[in-house]
């Protein structure tokens, strides 16, 4: 009786190991990546993998249905801002090398209390030139999204809104931004998100779409400001190797099949990378992650 249980736990131990792992092989490569900075108005850049990147890129900001209008003036109003204070002493101390850091401001109005907001979005321009939503590609099987946040004792709430590969919007709740000053929030990504696929290359990712500030019904909105900085993730880089993974490299796949659909019927164009319009009213709605 005591063998033939050995047998089977023997039995049942090797088929764990031939059966294919479609979470990786549960190894895990834990990366903090600064997104954005926000020094660079027209561009942002990042290292990943050792190396340095970089898109071109802005953001553009939009208010709810009561935003206020002054003249020409349409609130709320977007800028890069430079100078003492618009970055977080806890990160940068004084400044003591003079970087040009720089971060984001937003100054919001509205002509009544309510569920208003402002979203802002990254942005880029299309083959006409035009500034049009695009989202932020995240690197790696995200664990946590962070940001650090300007506040002004305001009741106001911040949301991240990103989208997985299969088009599916999701909302990431930040939490209050009632606090002053300076102050690093994260929010947790559920695993219930999908950013993987049993086809290869299995790691599909998300795309950051937007933020979103809404403000308490109950609070005054004649005029308050939100200022962002250092937008980062907690990302697992780990893919396990295997024979012919640079079949998979867009560089090469562009390089042999981009122009095929234009000179051979009989083989499709390697598809585009995606672009983000703005999210649609979300599907899911993460818990909040706590500070």
């Known amino acids: 009786m005591k063998r033939g249980r050995l047998v089977l736990g023997l039995t049942l131990l090797l088929c764990s190991y031939a059966a294919p792992a479609f979470a990786d092989d549960g190894a ?3 990366e903090s990546i600064v997104i954005d900075t926000f020094d660079d108005p027209a561009k942002r850049t990042w290292i990943q993998d050792g190396a340095p990147q970089s898109e071109d890129r802005t953001w553009i900001v939009q208010g709810s249905k009561f935003a206020t209008k002054e003249g020409d003036t349409q609130y709320p109003i977007l ?3 430079e100078g ?3 970055y977080p002493e ?3 101390g004084s400044n003591p090398a003079k970087l040009p850091l720089k971060s ?12 208003n907001n402002f979203e802002i979005y990254p942005a880029a321009k299309d083959s006409q030139g035009n500034l049009v939503p695009q989202g932020i590609a995240l690197p790696g099987v995200v664990k946590m999204i962070d940001i650090w946040v300007w506040g002004s004792n305001y009741r106001l709430y911040l949301d991240a809104y990103v989208r997985d590969y299969r088009g599916v919007p999701y909302v990431l709740h930040f939490g209050s931004l009632d606090f002053q000053g300076w102050k690093d929030l994260q929010v947790s990504v559920p695993s219930t998100i999908h950013q993987a696929q049993s086809y290869l290359p299995q790691f599909q990712g998300l795309h950051l779409t937007k933020l979103v500030v809404t403000t308490d019904p109950t609070e005054k909105v004649d005029g308050f400001f939100v200022y962002f900085d250092q937008l980062k993730i907690l990302t697992d880089m780990h893919q396990s190797p295997y024979d012919g993974k640079g079949l998979n490299n867009p560089a090469f796949i562009n ?6 659909a234009s000179t051979t019927s009989s083989s499709p164009a390697a598809p ?7 999210a649609a009213t979300p599907s899911t709605t993460s818990n909040q992650a706590g500070n």
């Open 28 to 30: 895990q490569r834990l």
């Open 79 to 81: 800028k890069f801002v």
């Open 84 to 86: 003492d204070g618009t």
């Open 90 to 92: 806890a990160l940068f």
């Open 104 to 115: 984001i401001g937003v100054y919001s109005k509205f002509n009544r209390k309510g569920y």
């Open 255 to 260: 390089k042999y099949f981009a122009d095929s």
């Open 272 to 278: 585009a990378p995606a672009t983000a319009a703005p």
